[in-house]
């Protein structure tokens, strides 16, 4: 298993606890999840329609800003595994540090991967990864950036997991250019990572190949009508976009007091620099407050934001006796 957050098991494991006891930020989870809606019980009996569907992707190409060919997927992690697939394996570069899935996918599946730190290293690749706004640092691209790195590799793939919070970033609108793949997440901004649910916009030919690699009903009738519930609740995402940018500014405001300080993140995760990362996660987990920590890295710690009061009470807490 690759180094991920959410690996709360570990966490009981080692600090003992029950489940419920514990807040998990070790993910860029919001931990206000969209309200789930009342499911009509055909959605658990009967398989998924290709009308349902359909009305699943329409509301992507709505929420996304895209005429763009779509196609959900459970998650954007089976996404990332099937595009490795989509053509034959080449030379690949993953602009990193970034979320490891992508290099390791492309890997498994035959590629030559090179992860490089800047965006100018991309050129010249069969297939290029960029995950905007970056995962964990939060570095973000403009659209225009990325257009001029696409006309200089082969396929280029932007993973836009967590860019529901800055719409501006995103180059969905474009999807539809051949070689071209976004990838969108509902399981970060909405708070449904249980739902496995995520999307590919590309060109007609590129879907058409990833959905015969994907397989009839590649996600459940449950997740398309609470997906597609989502996405088009304009009114939720407007006001959940505000408070999650209030929040982080909150959470540093909270950490920094600490000592530590702000080396990125985005309004759904936030990261920070320490003297040992080591040692303040176990800090925190010791409180059963569980964070994220990188094995290339000794003093990066990366935190969700808290959701309840009641959440942010006990995080305010800890730090304060971190002081």
Not at 4 to 29: C, R, V, Y
Not at 46 to 64: D, G, I
Not at 140 to 164: C, I, N, T
Not at 223 to 248: F, M, N, P, S, V
């Amino acid at each position: 298993m690759r180094d991920h957050g959410g690996n709360i098991d570990w966490a009981l494991q080692h600090f003992g606890g029950k489940p419920e006891q514990w807040i998990d930020l070790s993910t860029g989870i919001n931990r206000c999840p969209y309200p789930v809606p009342p499911i009509p019980e055909k959605h658990w009996q009967a398989l998924p329609t290709m009308a349902a569907l359909e009305e699943l992707h329409q509301a992507a190409q709505a929420a996304y800003r895209t005429k763009a060919p779509v196609l959900a997927t459970a998650g954007a992690q089976a996404a990332i595994q099937l595009i490795a697939h989509l053509t034959v394996p080449g030379e690949a570069r993953v602009l990193s540090p970034t979320y490891n899935e992508h290099a390791a996918a492309l890997r498994a599946s035959g590629w030559r991967v090179r992860e490089v730190e800047q965006l100018q290293d991309l050129r010249g690749a069969d297939i290029a990864v960029v995950v905007n706004p970056n995962n964990p640092d939060g570095r973000r691209h403009d659209p225009s950036d990325l257009a001029g790195v696409f006309s200089d590799v082969g396929r280029l793939v932007v993973d836009e997991s967590f860019a529901d919070t800055d719409p501006d970033v995103s180059i969905a609108s474009s999807a539809g250019r051949a070689g071209l793949l976004v990838l969108r997440s509902i399981g970060k901004f909405y708070g449904l990572a249980g739902l496995r649910l995520g999307f590919v916009l590309g060109c007609k030919d590129d879907v058409e190949k990833l959905s015969q690699l994907a397989g009839p009903w590649p996600v459940s009738g449950p997740a398309i009508h609470i997906g597609r519930c989502a996405l088009l609740d304009a009114e939720w995402a407007a006001a959940t976009t505000q408070r999650l940018k209030g929040d982080a500014d909150r959470l540093d405001r909270v950490v920094t007091r600490s000592g530590w300080k702000v080396a990125g993140g985005t309004p759904l995760f936030r990261l920070y620099l320490t003297e040992d990362s080591r040692a303040a996660q176990d800090r925190l987990g010791k409180v059963h407050i569980w964070s994220r920590i990188f094995p290339w890295s000794p003093h990066l710690v990366r935190l969700g934001l808290p959701g309840s009061e009641s959440e942010w009470d006990r995080v305010t807490s800890a730090f304060a006796r971190i002081e």
